[in-house]
């Protein structure tokens, strides 16, 4: 007997539209789909904010030395002339030193971190990892398992699918 269900797809298609469905519910808190793949997803994503809460708080602040361009009160990059080794003018930034405090992942949050990124796509403009381990792990820090819940609907029009809504409690 197979561990998982098949979903009528290939593995390449259903391991594509298992990964964005767990991007989806864990970005956005639910998802609507039908009930057989929500239960394939339920796992999914359960196992990841169990990884997320157990790895939340393993990580070191360390004092990090940055370089940045100095900016004026526009906005706007600030520039000095400078002449080269040959006589030539040209415009170069002024940069500035500064430390700031930064998290410094332990090796074994490192590693959770890397295998939820096996398991979820890529989001433009969003820092899902960030949104995982700052905002849902420590909100479910006291629970032990159990991070989701799917609610049944009615069926859907056209092919009498039943449908179902995967969200986090």
């Given amino acids: 007997m197979a561990g998982t269900r098949k979903l009528g797809r290939p593995t390449d298609q259903r391991l594509a539209m298992l990964k964005t469905l767990t991007t989806d519910c864990l970005l956005n808190g639910k ?5 057989t793949r929500a239960k394939e997803v339920k796992a999914l994503v359960d196992s990841i904010v169990a990884l997320a809460v157990k790895e939340h708080k393993n990580f070191e602040e360390v004092d990090a030395k940055v370089v940045k361009a100095k900016l004026d009160a526009n906005g706007r990059k600030v520039t ?3 002449t080269s080794k040959n006589g030539k003018e040209y415009l170069r930034v002024v940069k500035e ?5 930064r998290q410094k992942d332990m090796p074994s949050r490192l590693s959770a971190r890397r295998n939820i990124m096996k398991k979820v796509n890529k989001v433009e403009g969003v820092d899902l990892m960030d949104k995982l381990f700052n905002e849902i792990a420590p909100k479910y820090e006291g629970r032990v398992g159990g991070y ?9 029009k ?10 986090l409690v």
Avoid: C, S
């Fill in 97 to 101: 030193t500064t430390t700031e405090k």
């Fill in 148 to 156: 989701t819940r799917i609610l049944k609907m009615e069926p859907r």
């Fill in 80 to 82: 000095e002339k400078v």
């Fill in 31 to 35: 998802v609507v789909t039908t009930e």
């Fill in 158 to 167: 056209g092919d009498n699918a039943p449908k179902a809504i995967l969200m």
